[in-house]
């Protein structure tokens, strides 16, 4: 699948992805650690998703 950075396809899932991960900084952990771990690696995993879907994403091409 190909799509570039400025579809809606790619706007609409790199809104999503970074909405997860503001929604998941609001999470309190109270001091828990198991609570900070599975955040943060909730984070990175999204993190790496979005890199993941830029690197994927073309560039539009230029119109002359």
């Not at 997860?20 to 952990?29: F, G, H, P």
């Amino acid at each position: 699948i190909f799509f570039f950075k400025g579809d809606r396809e790619f706007i609409y899932l790199d809104e999503q992805l970074t909405k997860l991960i503001l929604d998941l900084d609001k999470v309190q952990t109270d001091g828990l650690e198991d609570v900070r771990v599975a955040r943060k690696s909730a984070i990175q995993r999204i993190q790496f998703l979005i890199d993941t879907l830029e690197n994927k994403a073309e560039e539009a091409p230029e119109v002359m």
